[in-house]
């Protein structure tokens, strides 16, 4: 008989009840993470599961919660039971844990048969399109959805999904610091620093409150505006006038595209799409598939770089195609973010066709200085970074038609109609 030792905060008790979706979250020091690490070592050591960790991005396994369950086989006494291998657990009953990236995995994700458990570990960087690949993948009767994180914006998927509008049959548990029996004191001595120092950012790192916007965000001016102007909502596709693509290429990144529309003076941002590790052809497709009336794709300058697989550059397979294609010019960063600025208060988003795209926009933020440990003025690049190049690319081919507007704004043939 397998013999475990192992203590839980009273608020965790759901764990070992039935739920088709356990949602943990809140701030630090709640003990979210080794308390689902140790339910699912428990469960797994009375009956054979088949349990997927996962998270947004995972290029390695050491980003991967690996190492914090095997530090709690060792804590609750299950070192004999589980054998660790370099990118798998398993149990001597059969039971296994396996680990993946959801993002750039649609295929693998796709192809997991007879998971009981997922643990989805930093939940709140799950885009709306990794939650639709994961949630019908798990469709074995009786499997479940274990999600934990630590909230950031409201208007972040995971946050919207499982706590703003829970579906029926979750469990959704708010787990703070103070709901930690074990807290230790040193956690506390930080706690309280930062409370005296910045409380809004004590509410979120360790109530786990949303953030009105993430620090050193580049369009959190912007997207306020418009979110108190209403320019965030429903956006209806007017099938008269034609609709603009505009593209960020990425492979191993994600390719990124804005579908726009021009109608009076608005711009109106009515989808976004985006995918990783497929070829152009299969981005003309989602075009299509979308049935829109098209005006012109306009693509960064790499686009006219042919690969060595093809012989041809995305352009010429654009063009080919009989796609309308124009080159975005080839403006700084700097440059196109205050184009970006220029052009947001004339720009309307569909919420639910966009989410993702303006997910990416509200975390486009700059980085961190190392040395001085403020922002150092560059954008970070991280997964959030492509739909801002996309859209970034949208505000400097956008026609700026304002007297006194931009000297560097071009005239979109075919833009106007």
């Given at each position: ?15 070992f ?14 003990a ?43 804590e ?5 039971f ?35 458990r ?14 639709e ?29 499982f ?18 029996p074990?807290f ?6 930080e706690?309280?620093e930062l409370?005296?120092?910045?409380p ?14 993430l620090?050193g965000?580049i ?21 008269a ?30 989808d ?9 052809q ?7 598939e979308?049935?829109?009336v ?7 300058h790499d ?38 600025r ?6 309307w ?10 997910q ?13 440990g ?7 690049h ?6 801002a ?7 400097v ?5 304002r007297?006194g507007?931009?000297a ?10």
């Amino acid at each position: 008989m397998t013999v475990y030792r192992a203590e839980f905060p009273e608020k965790l008790r759901f764990l070992f009840e039935p739920h088709r979706y356990k949602v943990l979250y809140g701030g630090r020091g709640g003990a979210k993470s080794w308390s689902v690490a140790r339910a699912l070592l428990i469960q797994a050591a009375k009956a054979p599961l088949r349990i997927l960790c996962a998270r947004e991005l995972q290029s390695s396994i050491a980003e991967s919660v690996h190492h914090l369950l095997r530090s709690q086989i060792a804590e609750i006494g299950l070192e004999g039971f589980y054998e660790v291998q370099n990118s798998a657990i398993h149990g001597r009953n059969g039971s296994e844990f396996v680990f993946a990236g959801l993002r750039n995995n649609v295929t693998k994700i796709k192809s997991f048969e007879g998971i009981d458990r997922v643990w989805v570990e930093e939940a709140q960087a799950v885009s709306k399109g990794s939650w639709e690949v994961l949630i019908p993948t798990i469709r074995k009767e009786g499997s479940e959805i274990w999600i934990t994180f630590n909230p950031e914006l409201e208007a972040d998927e995971t946050y919207r999904r499982f706590v703003a509008d829970p579906p029926a049959g979750a469990a959704v548990v708010h787990v703070n610091w103070d709901d930690n029996p074990w807290f230790p004191e040193t956690l506390r001595r930080e706690k309280d620093e930062l409370k005296a120092r910045d409380p809004d950012a004590y509410r979120n790192i360790w109530e786990g409150r949303c953030r009105a916007a993430l620090d050193g965000a580049i369009y959190a001016r912007e997207l306020r505006v418009a979110q108190v102007e209403g320019r965030i909502g429903r956006i209806v596709y007017d099938a008269a006038r034609p609709v603009h693509t505009f593209f960020d290429l990425g492979w191993a990144d994600s390719t990124s595209i804005w579908f726009a529309q021009s109608i009076g003076s608005e711009f109106r941002l009515i989808d976004y799409y985006s995918n990783s590790q497929l070829p152009i052809q299969h981005y003309i497709g989602a075009l299509q598939e979308r049935g829109y009336v098209y005006g012109t794709d306009w693509l960064p300058h790499d686009a006219r770089a042919r690969t060595l697989a093809t012989g041809r550059s995305v352009e010429e397979i654009m063009l080919a195609a009989g796609r309308r294609v124009r080159i975005v010019p080839d403006l700084s960063i700097y440059d196109g973010i205050n184009a970006a600025r220029t052009v947001f208060n004339r720009c309307w988003f569909d919420e639910h066709k966009c989410v993702e795209g303006l997910q990416g926009l509200r975390r486009y933020r700059y980085d961190v200085d190392p040395a001085t440990g403020g922002f150092s003025g560059r954008p970070l690049h991280d997964l959030h970074s492509h739909a801002a190049d996309a859209f970034r690319y949208f505000a400097v081919a956008a026609e700026d038609d304002r007297p006194g507007g931009s000297a560097r704004g071009i005239r979109m043939r075919g833009w106007r109609t």
